[in-house]
T-cell receptor, first 114, second 113 residues
Framework: AQSVTQPDIHITVSEGASLELRCNYS??????LFWYVQSPGQGLQLLLK??????LVQGIKGFEAEFKRSQSSFNLRKPSVHWSDAAEYFC????????????FGRGTSLIVHP | KAGVTQTPRYLIKTRGQQVTLSCSPI?????VSWYQQTPGQGLQFLFE???????NKGNFPGRFSGRQFSNSRSEMNVSTLELGDSALYLC????????????FGPGTRLTVL
């Protein structure tokens, strides 16, 4: 069965600083990987996804993520954080065959200081 | 296109009651999935419907059920509510027969007293 670990429950950064959110997955084959963002009181919005090909994936809102098979990781990065990026971020892994139902990590809460 | 809509947005029930939540997917989307989100358990998959058929089911008791109509709208029902059912229930729709790209609604916040 697939699983996802987001080691950091909270991350605090200053506005304008760079950001990296960690995600480690467990899956026997090549997974489908996702990053979602959830603002307070809202549903989840897909930031980016990796299915195959280039291991550096560009997403919306200036986010990118890099798939590293050797480390079973899919870390999310942004070069300069804006106050509006404060939210909950979820990494998810989906099986590359079958139903593709994603398994979500527990999330990382991003706090942005002015 | 309008996004995924869920009604109601907020709901308060008491233990033992039952509740029905509704989800209207994005126009043209035929796959609808439901998730439960709680602080303790995180995001957990409930079930997925495609063309009025339940195609996948998560590890939840039989008190949780759902259905999908011919217009792809979906409902989920929870019977005999327990305090632990208090959660944000999220619905997501997918444009194809796969759930690899999901669009989420804002959720229904259910509080069980």
């Amino acid at each position: 069965a697939q699983s996802v670990t987001q080691p950091d429950i909270h991350i605090t950064v200053s506005e304008g600083a760079s950001l990296e959110l960690r995600c480690n997955y467990s899956y026997g084959a090549t997974p489908y990987l996702f990053w979602y963002v959830q603002s307070p009181g809202q549903g989840l919005q897909l930031l980016l996804k990796y299915f195959s090909g280039d291991t550096l994936v560009q997403g919306i809102k200036g986010f990118e993520a890099e798939f590293k098979r050797s480390q079973s990781s899919f870390n999310l990065r942004k070069p300069s954080v804006h106050w509006s990026d404060a939210a909950e971020y979820f990494c998810a892994v989906g099986a590359s065959g079958g139903s593709y139902i994603p398994t979500f990590g527990r999330g990382t809460s991003l706090i942005v200081h002015p | 296109k309008a996004g995924v809509t869920q009604t109601p947005r907020y709901l308060i029930k008491t233990r033992g009651q039952q509740v029905t939540l509704s989800c209207s997917p994005i126009s043209g989307h035929r796959s609808v999935s439901w998730y439960q989100q709680t602080p303790g358990q995180g995001l957990q998959f409930l079930f997925e419907y495609f063309s009025e058929t339940q195609r996948n089911k998560g590890n939840f008791p039989g008190r949780f059920s759902g259905r999908q109509f011919s217009n792809s709208r979906s409902e989920m029902n929870v019977s005999t509510l327990e305090l632990g059912d208090s959660a944000l229930y999220l619905c997501a729709s997918s444009p194809r027969g796969r759930t690899d790209t999901q669009y989420f609604g804002p959720g229904t916040r259910l509080t069980v007293l």
